[in-house]
Every structure is written in structure tokens, then in C-alpha cells.
């Protein structure tokens, strides 16, 4: 059974950083996509990113582009998102997801495989 695990959220100031990270373990992932996406309250959640667990260039949402980063450690089945210059508009629960079959996907039903997410708060 495929399980994912994120940490990395918590409190920071506007223009700091995180690195998220999601361990996954009941499978070989090479051949899966893998993706971040993010709830805000009261909002639906949305793409933050996507790549190939076997390598490839990625795929970000326009709001993060230029200040997030999606990467992997294969020897540890675990994908990082690294978050720079957070925006209070950053804040939300962050949460990682793969599914079977590598590409890129970026809407929700893509996925198969859901983490339980990490919270991040961006203060002004």
C-alpha cells in the first residue's frame, strides 16, 4: 500500500523559506509522476507543481514559478518542494501526491495517491 508522509510546514515571515518534504514508501516509484498541491481555507485545492519521479524538467503553477522547486532523492523515495520568498497568499496546507505512470499531471483526479498534508503560514 502506498503511503506518503509530508513535514517541513510551519510559521514563517513573508520573503522567508521552507523546504517541504513527502516520504513515500510501498512501491518502486520510478515510474510515477509525483505532485504538490496546497488548500488555502474556505478555497479549492490547486496545482502548486508536478515532475517525474524518474527525472525530467517540471511543471509549476504560474503563482509559484521562479520561487519554488520541486526535487527528488530516489535513494530515499522522498520529494522536496524548496519555498522562497513566501506570500501570506502561500498559506495553506501543502500536500503531495503520486500517481502510477510518469508524466506530468496537473488536476487533483490525476492522482491516486494522497498524503495527509503539512500546514504553512506565511505572516505579513
Known amino acids: 500500500q502506498v503511503q506518503l508522509v509530508e513535514s517541513g510546514g510551519g510559521l514563517v515571515q513573508a520573503g522567508g523559506s521552507l523546504r517541504l518534504s513527502c516520504v513515500a514508501s510501498?512501491?518502486?516509484?520510478?515510474?510515477?509522476?509525483v505532485g504538490w498541491f496546497r488548500q488555502a481555507p474556505g478555497k479549492e485545492r490547486e496545482f502548486v507543481a508536478a515532475?517525474?519521479?524518474?527525472?525530467?524538467?517540471?511543471y509549476y503553477a504560474d503563482s509559484v514559478k521562479g520561487r519554488f522547486t520541486i526535487s527528488r532523492d530516489n535513494a530515499k523515495n522522498t520529494v522536496y518542494l524548496q519555498m522562497n520568498s513566501l506570500k501570506p497568499e502561500d498559506t495553506a496546507v501543502y500536500y503531495c501526491?503520486?500517481?502510477?505512470?510518469?508524466?506530468?499531471?496537473?488536476?487533483?483526479?490525476?492522482?491516486?495517491?494522497w498524503g495527509q498534508g503539512t500546514q504553512v503560514t506565511v505572516s505579513s
Open positions: 501526491a503520486v500517481r502510477p505512470y510518469s508524466g506530468i499531471y496537473y488536476q487533483l483526479r490525476d492522482y491516486r495517491y
Open positions: 515532475s517525474r519521479w524518474g527525472g525530467g524538467p517540471p
Open positions: 510501498g512501491r518502486t516509484f520510478s515510474n510515477y509522476a
